[in-house]
């Protein structure tokens, strides 16, 4: 079964400030993908990377994959209190039409403090 | 707003109790996907539906089924309800590689 840990579980930081939170993965991943779930809502995708190395961004945020495609990273340049919220990295079976159930891992929630 | 719809949005009730959980996909998402995310599991895969035939199961309790009708919409069924079934409840429908979420149904279970 594969465990998708991240870290850290809890960041607290001051608006303005840059960070970084990290997914590591016991088995490859198919593919990956970055969800972002404010409270009361369902999460929301942000990303999906699929390739060994592989780094997108999408305005403030930077997505890096790892080169064994074992682990990835979330940077945030210059977070706003709109950055809160619960960050979820997941495998995605891409390759498996008709099967995508997702494996999330544990999260990591994020409070932006203005 | 993903285009997901569940209800009922809160749901109350008792040890022991049934209840049924709605979910109606994004228009032409044929795959329905129930989730399941609780403060010591997370967020955990229970069972997918396509076009009305159970495509896979994960983590999903005896105690609980779902189905998916002929018009796409799910329901998800648990039974004899207990303390630690107490938790947000997702249903996502998707197309290609995205999945979209519903806004969920918390469920207390007293």
């Known amino acids: 079964t594969q465990l998708l840990e991240q870290s850290p579980q809890f960041l607290s930081i001051q608006e303005g400030e840059n960070l970084t939170v990290y997914c590591n993965s016991s088995?490859?991943?198919?593919?990956l993908q970055w969800y972002r779930q404010e409270p009361g809502e369902g999460p929301v995708l942000l990303v999906t990377?699929?390739?060994?190395?592989e780094v997108k961004k999408l305005k403030r945020l930077t997505f890096q994959f790892g080169d064994a495609r074992k682990d990835s990273s979330l940077h945030i340049t210059a977070a706003q209190p709109g950055d809160t919220g619960l960050y979820l990295c997941?495998?995605?079976?891409?390759?498996?039409?008709?099967?995508?159930?997702?494996?999330f891992g544990t999260g990591t929630r994020l409070t932006i403090i203005p | 707003d993903s285009g997901v719809t569940q209800t009922p949005k809160h749901l109350i009730t008792a040890t022991g109790q049934r209840v049924t959980l709605r979910c109606s996909p994004r228009?032409?998402?044929?795959?329905v996907y129930w989730y399941q995310q609780s403060l010591d599991q997370g967020l955990q895969f229970l069972i997918q539906?396509?076009?009305?035939?159970?495509?896979a199961k994960g983590n999903i309790l005896e105690r609980f089924s779902a189905q998916q009708f002929p018009d796409l919409h799910s329901e998800l069924n648990l039974s004899s309800l207990e303390l630690g079934d107490s938790a947000l409840y997702f249903c996502?429908?998707?197309?290609?590689?995205?999945?979209?979420f519903g806004p969920g149904t918390r469920l207390t279970v007293l």
């Open positions: 539906y396509y076009n009305g035939e159970e495509r």
């Open positions: 997941a495998d995605h079976p891409t390759l498996n039409f008709g099967n995508e159930k997702l494996t």
């Open positions: 996502a429908s998707s197309r290609l590689t995205e999945q979209f």
């Open positions: 228009s032409g998402d044929l795959s």
């Open positions: 990377v699929v390739t060994g190395g």
């Open positions: 088995s490859v991943f198919s593919s």
